[in-house]
């Protein structure tokens, strides 16, 4: 019963607060209903009991990228918008289509019912026991690095090649 | 002893919620008493001593000065989020102060009351993204109130935080490598020897990883936004920073905002380094529940009041040293704190973290159970860390002084080449 409360209220939170985070005017409140729909996400995630990823995702989204969002913004001194993003009628043809493919997505995923907590697989009673002799890090990091370490560290790589990217791109006017 | 559950539960997370919160609020009243008592000490003089016996009541008057000031809200300030961002700045240093366990379980009739409001699973990253979100307080207050000393004041403040929050996470990375776990009552307890159980470290993190300690300490100072790392509101240059245009009660809650920051700070240390509520050199005090729900030690209502004793003396030491910190050290200049963000302790974290993963793996490779004999070689490696770190910092200054002799940095020497130029 309890769960099912909150997880009304942080999926209304984490809906609203991306409706408003599209529909605000001004950079900065965009920008804090995106923080609160990260925050209610990571709420639903611990109802999951995907402890990890909901610290993980305030730690890197709300705590690192959207502080670096909100100093862009910031220095920029971004005011309201006063144009629509979407101008002419191809581009709205192809938001409408790009939206319609996601939802699609998502109504696939939910009719197939992957919506069972990370315990699914192996029951309530081992997650348990396993958060509570290694703690949430450590149910994440046995998997990760002894049966997956190849693709983490592939993932690495893409981070550090996305980086020699940005480098490249913000040298090239350079004299 | 089984831990309490069902209502029992619900009613002791609420009384705890309660009592610490309280109890919490007294202690940044106090901390603000004790500010203005040790700056009279520092500077010799006395420091408040008019409003009741020794001062005492000067904290319920400035309260109340607070309150009775007049609120004023610039015309041109974003109202919405210039109201929003005191409540933002006091936030994050009062929930964070729910996963920090204060002393040993307490029984009752109905089981055993854990002293911590939420033992959550993700215990340390919490802290960490909790830690994280404070930033957005001083960039609200900042940006909301479109004048141009708060703007920098919040552009320093975000700039500042984001540096020092990765100090502030890297040096626990080493607390996470001994500690192989991130529950902080674990945390507590490897730092505290036992008869039976898992082996611990029985000693507070603070000897094994004084380099970490270190760095903790400066890092957790600079995210507290007080001297000397107190840029962002640096009176002489941007007048009062971000809060400049915040007055009465607004500017009340940052300012109370500071001392909440500071105490959760100290706690923090407390716990990662200082052994938590342990009570030095007496095993009779420990007692901790194992994975599977056995206790170790005995809980009984005398050593929960004494480990609460000893974790709050163990914080108010450390807010003291803060504030001593506060009025001796000069504020520094905004490039040599950035400097020391990025340069220094990012770079010297990551080689002191490898250099702690190989230690621990060759000690661990080496047939060395885990327990005094590990910690005590640890300590020792950290202590020759410790003495190289200080004299690449010090540079011959501690031991000749400053004057002694003038330095040929490259800065200088490119102003004197500058300058011979010119002429």
Request: proline residues 0%; aromatic residues 0%.
């Given at each position: 019963m309890i769960v099912d409360f909150f997880f009304v209220l942080f999926a209304v939170m984490a809906v609203g607060g991306a409706a408003a985070m599209v529909l605000a005017r001004n950079p900065v409140a965009s920008l804090l209903y995106l923080v609160m729909s990260f925050f209610a996400l990571s709420g639903i995630f611990i109802l999951l009991d995907a402890h990890f990823i909901a610290a993980v995702n305030v730690i890197v989204y709300a705590g690192a990228i959207l502080v670096l969002f909100l100093f862009v913004i910031m220095l920029l001194n971004l005011g309201p918008s006063k144009r629509p993003d979407l101008r002419g009628t191809m581009y709205r043809m192809l938001g409408i289509a790009a939206a319609g493919a996601v939802f699609g997505l998502l109504l696939i995923t939910l009719r197939d019912g992957h919506?069972?907590?990370?315990?699914?697989?192996?029951g309530q009673a081992t997650m348990d026991a396993m958060l509570q002799s290694r703690g949430a890090v450590g149910v994440i990091a046995e998997p990760m690095f002894r049966s997956y370490l190849v693709p983490f560290e592939i993932t690495s790589l893409l981070l550090l090649v996305a980086i020699v990217g940005a480098i490249v791109l913000a040298r090239r006017r350079a004299p | 002893m089984e831990a309490v559950s069902g209502t029992a539960f619900v009613v002791a997370t609420i009384l705890k919620t309660l009592v610490f919160f309280v109890l919490l609020l007294l202690g940044v009243a106090l901390a603000t008493y004790m500010e203005r008592k040790v700056a009279g000490f520092m500077q010799d003089r006395s420091g408040p001593n008019r409003v009741g016996p020794l001062g005492i009541l000067q904290v319920m008057a400035d309260g109340l000065k607070f309150i009775l000031k007049e609120e004023v809200t610039p015309g041109a300030a974003h109202k919405k989020f210039f109201v929003l961002a005191p409540a933002l700045a006091l936030f994050p240093a009062t929930v964070l102060f729910g996963v920090i366990p204060l002393g040993s379980p307490l029984p009752t009739p109905w089981g055993r009351v854990d002293m911590i409001v939420a033992d959550v699973p993700v215990g340390f990253l919490y802290v960490l993204a909790i830690a994280s979100l404070a930033v957005y307080g001083v960039v609200m207050a900042g940006w909301a109130s479109n004048s141009k000393y708060s703007f920098l004041g919040g552009l320093r403040g975000s700039a500042q935080m984001i540096s020092y929050e990765i100090g502030l996470a890297m040096s626990l990375v080493p607390v996470l490598m001994l500690a192989g776990n991130v529950r902080m009552p674990v945390l507590v307890s490897m730092q505290q020897s036992f008869g039976a159980g898992p082996a611990t470290y029985g000693m507070w993190f603070i000897l094994p990883l004084l380099v970490a300690a270190f760095f903790f300490v400066v890092s957790g100072l600079a995210e507290t936004n007080r001297m000397p790392f107190d840029l962002p509101e640096a009176e002489a240059e941007i007048v009062g920073g971000y809060h400049t245009e915040y007055s009465s009660m607004k500017f009340g809650m940052f300012f109370l905002g500071e001392y909440f920051h500071l105490i959760t700070t100290a706690a923090l240390i407390t716990v990662f380094f200082l052994g938590g509520w342990d009570i030095p050199f007496w095993s009779g005090d420990n007692v901790r529940v194992l994975a599977d729900g056995t206790v170790v030690g005995e809980p009984t209502w005398w050593k929960t009041i004494l480990t609460l004793l000893a974790f709050t003396a163990k914080t108010v030491l450390l807010v003291a040293f803060f504030m001593f910190v506060r009025w001796t050290i000069p504020r520094f200049r905004y490039d040599q704190l950035m400097d020391l963000g990025w340069k220094v302790f990012i770079p010297a974290l990551m080689a002191y973290i490898m250099f702690m993963a190989v230690a621990i793996y060759a000690l661990d490779s080496a047939g060395v159970e885990v327990g005094l004999a590990f910690s005590a070689a640890l300590f020792g490696i950290n202590l020759l860390l410790a003495l190289f770190l200080l004299f690449l910092v010090d540079r011959g200054r501690l031991v000749k002084g400053a004057t002694a002799k003038t330095r040929k940095t490259p800065r200088a020497a490119a102003a004197a080449a500058a300058g011979a130029e010119g002429d």
């Open positions: 919506t069972t907590s990370m315990a699914g697989g192996m | -």
